[in-house]
């Protein structure tokens, strides 16, 4: 495998813990990935990804940025591509998603943060993740509490630019989202230096409704009765779609989607018959978060579906691309990327309608419901959620935890007792 080190030692980061990081993950994914009998093949492509992961992604990024292109780090769903695509920019998805960061980022938020935004802090002042120090411009939004103070903390030491979110879903909120975005399209054009023409946003809005179509395809075969490919795997895709380059997420997604269309086919299971059908609901898996896969998936249990923006929230819905002019296109975008159903609004009864609806579609037998520790947001929304699926007659298991394996013990034995409970 290529040295790397030149290359995060240019980037001004800390090898020698980044060096601790490097040594750890492969464990980990080895213990959680590796061990899986069964895989599809196409999952060769992500476990490659994986094994480089600071490595093959950072450098195609350099590369692109010293022939003139600019990457847009960004941590939250709302945030739409399609206009830093269309000024020829790239996107990078930057929410941190491991303990290792977290220490770190308590050095600048308060322990009681949740640890998403503690990770993704810590990666930056750590100086631990090559992504971190490739962006060119941060842009963060006004979700949670903790991500807008956090974004204060680092745009200290990064150019940060905040997109206002509007806390509700009026016609006057959407209106008002659409004019954030034509701000932002402002912001990425100073940037680049490039300006973003009805053309060029069309052409992006294509993209990247190609790979949500792609991504789509891979969840429509997790509804199936034969389950074709494990949660776990699902969630690599899904986690590394937030990074990789879209045409080649979306190449590569179909590619397994055929696969799997074809298990289907063949009735290629890689849990035996009778498994329980779980639903993960909740807070985003950052990458490396795959814990609850892994615990569900090892007590007994499927996932089948995430009700996460490292899930559905990411790909369902597409921009109409029937819009010709700049307007009407921003208007598009925005009313698509408003439809995307996070505890940070208020009312929130799209998302009871999704967990519900998804519940149906994926055909699960359970929902178990998780939030970050910390996350006011999804933590009050466990209430309303729970009622919901008790109402509709599905067993629902709430679960707070966080990116520590200090609770896997405590959690194994709660999701067992659950999936047994399930018959
Ligand atoms: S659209 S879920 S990506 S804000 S950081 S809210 S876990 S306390 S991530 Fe999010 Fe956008 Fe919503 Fe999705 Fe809670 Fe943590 Fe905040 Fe979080």
Redesign the pocket.
Known sequence: MTDRHPMWESLGMDLENHDNLCAVLPMAFGDTYLSQENRPEGMAFWDMVVSDIHGIRPAELIEAQESGQKVIGT????VPDEVVVAANAIVTGL?GGSQFWVPDGEKYLPKDT?P??KASVGARFGRTCPFFRIADLFVG?T??D??KKAYEILAQDAPTYVMDMPQMKRAKDVAKWADEIRDFKGVVEELTGNEVTAETLGAAIKLINDKRRALARVYDCRKNKVIPISGKDALLMMQIAFFDDPARCAEMCNKLADELEQRIADGVSVFPEGTKRIMIAG??MAIPNWKMHHIVETCGGAVVVEEA?TGT?YFEKLVDETQTTLDGQIEAIAERYMG?N???FTPNEGRVDDVLRLAKEYQVDGVIDV??K??G??NTEKRTIGAACEEAGIPYLGIETDYDDADAGQLRTRIEAFIEMLG
């Open positions: 941590f939250c769903v709302y929410c949740c998403l935004v939004e979700t949670c903790g991500k807070t985003p923006c929230r995307i996070c505890a940070c939030n970050l910390f996350c947001l999804y």
